[in-house]
């Protein structure tokens, strides 16, 4: 297991951080006066998706380390671990 790996995965995640930041604000300024609470979560919703998909896209197309599939899968449970560690610590 290549731990340099996991050390650009936590940086990846930050940018997360910093993307549903962002898109809770845009949602919260743009999206939902325009359309409503529910509907804005919604579409709010769908743009973080896809912003995640794209930047989880790039990050694996970029990487320079060999990588297996178990890599790939711990990377996703870490995220989702820091993520849930984030909610519940903020």
Known sequence: MNTR?????????????I????????RESFITPKVG?????????????CV????????????????TMTDLLLIGAFWLILTILFEFGF
């Open 5 to 17: 790996i996991f050390l650009y995965a936590f940086g990846m995640w930050f940018i997360f951080v």
């Open 19 to 26: 993307a549903g930041i962002l898109n809770g604000v845009f």
């Open 37 to 49: 609470e529910h509907a804005g979560h919604v579409i709010s919703t769908i743009i973080l998706i």
């Open 52 to 67: 995640i998909l794209v930047v989880t896209y790039l990050f694996i197309n970029n990487l320079k380390l060999n990588y």
